[in-house]
């Protein structure tokens, strides 16, 4: 069943609540809204751009191997994705990937660049998130219709709101267990040392 944009919820001849499909269902008014979406299908009203988290980190493609390793040691991730100037996405990296490169000595991340990223749109229905979810080595990459990265769908963000509960995963979890930080610190100190930073 396919909702409109905007949608009254009337009871007893009164206005109850007005918004749109996804605000009626993720924030509804009063008891009474709460019942009469209760067996809505989540998965086909919410989309991408609902449930979607600010990415935790993200490195220009123009950006060192060190900066990358940097980036995932703050965030405590062990991938992250890559953009152009204008966030368009590239691809991703791993953490183990780039830190070779740092050990190399090289400047570049294009070699460790991986493009199977599997970005989806940001009006894809939660439905449609599934496969892609189950596939992602990270939190999915959500972009708008410029191929621009705007959010990313960790797999619990979609399981927490397929739930009901939208807002009980409010952090990206690492899909990828992260390196252990003492071996990245040993990496980068020595790329310091040898002065290739």
Same mark, same amino acid.
């Given at each position: ?116 990223? %599997?970005? @989806?749109?940001?009006? $894809?229905? =939660?439905?449609? !998130? ?5 596939? #992602?080595?990270? /939190? ?10 705007? %959010?990313? @769908?960790?797999?619990? $963000?979609? =399981?927490?709101? !397929? ?5 009980? #995963?409010?952090? /990206? ?25």
């Amino acid at each position: 069943m396919y909702l409109g944009d905007r949608i009254a919820v009337m009871r007893d001849g009164r206005i109850v609540q007005i918004g749109s499909p996804e605000d009626i269902l993720t924030s509804p008014a009063n008891d009474y809204v709460e019942q009469f979406v209760q067996d809505v299908d989540r998965a086909r009203v919410l989309t991408a751009e609902s449930v979607m988290r600010k990415p935790r980190a993200v490195v220009h493609e123009g950006s060192g191997p060190h900066a990358a390793l940097s980036a995932m040691r703050e965030n405590e991730i062990s991938a992250l994705y890559v953009t152009k100037r204008d966030r368009t996405i590239v691809g991703w990296v791993r953490d183990r990937d780039v830190m070779n490169l740092v050990r190399r000595g090289e400047r570049s991340l294009t070699s460790a660049i991986q493009t199977d990223h %599997g970005a @989806v749109s940001k009006d $894809t229905s =939660l439905i449609d !998130l599934f496969i892609p979810s189950l596939e #992602a080595a990270l /939190a999915l990459a959500v972009t708008d219709d410029r191929g621009r990265l705007v %959010g990313v @769908v960790p797999r619990v $963000t979609l =399981l927490a709101a !397929l739930g009901g509960e939208p807002d009980a #995963a409010t952090s /990206a979890e690492p899909v990828i267990e992260p390196l252990p930080t003492e071996i990245v610190d040993k990496v980068l100190d020595a790329a310091a040392t040898k002065g290739d930073l």
